[in-house]
């Protein structure tokens, strides 16, 4: 017979789950909120010891500048984020899903990356990932450059180098200034096949505002 005073530890598998859900709950009727979230002179009331633990940037503010006990209000004011995504990024903290789609993605990487949600970087950076086509890759390369969104920048590289042809003849690639078309064209593994699609390329980029790159005197 086993050890009278041994001891077995079980767990809930929903337990995080659960309490996640309450809080959520609590949030959206604004029971036992302690704070007011201030976006864009709109008060949303949350839980002070929530966004603490999940943001390691409002967890910053609040140890700068702790509540009063003076029973008034505490108030966290929140700059570059709008209320929308707000929203969206309260959603996630109490539920560890976000809604992303190509018109927000980047939006919400902003917000993410000031409030130091590394997880929620990463969902977003999986996202980008699958987004990335002709038409955006010049664009998601320079978003995911300031960033820092390493892997996204490397993938949509690699389909700018491979896919040359068909982003030459996008609205993003005529667009480029002339620093970055050099870059562009400078990229070790461009794959053009023939010097003549380069050649073709710079003569629609120039065509595209003729007046301000103009080759000669």
Not at 74 to 82: K, L
Not at 194 to 217: C, L, Q, T
Request: proline fraction near 3%; hydrophobic fraction near 40%; include cysteine.
């Amino acid at each position: 017979m086993a050890d009278s005073n041994s001891m077995t530890v079980v767990s809930d598998p929903q337990h995080a789950a659960k309490l996640l859900r309450a809080m959520s709950s609590f949030r959206e009727e604004s029971d036992f909120c302690d704070a007011l979230l201030i976006v864009e002179e709109q008060e949303i009331p949350v839980q002070r010891n929530i966004l603490a633990a999940a943001s390691p940037y409002i967890r910053a503010k609040l140890n700068y500048n702790p509540p009063k006990d003076d029973g008034s209000i505490y108030r966290i004011q929140m700059e570059g984020i709008s209320v929308t995504i707000m929203k969206e990024i309260l959603d996630y903290i109490f539920s560890g899903q976000v809604r992303l789609n190509e018109e927000t993605i980047q939006d919400v990487v902003q917000a993410a990356d000031l409030l130091l949600l590394t997880d929620l970087k990463t969902l977003c950076c999986e996202f980008l990932e699958g987004c990335i086509t002709a038409e955006n890759c010049i664009g998601i390369r320079d978003f995911a450059l300031h960033y820092c969104l390493n892997h996204v920048y490397y993938l949509a590289t690699e389909y700018l180098e491979t896919h040359f042809r068909d982003v030459s003849c996008t609205e993003e690639f005529l667009e480029l200034n002339q620093n970055k078309l050099k870059e562009v064209l400078s990229l070790e593994k461009l794959n053009v096949g023939n010097e003549k699609y380069v050649f073709e390329a710079v003569i629609r980029w120039i065509s595209h505002d003729p007046e301000v790159r103009k080759v000669g005197p």
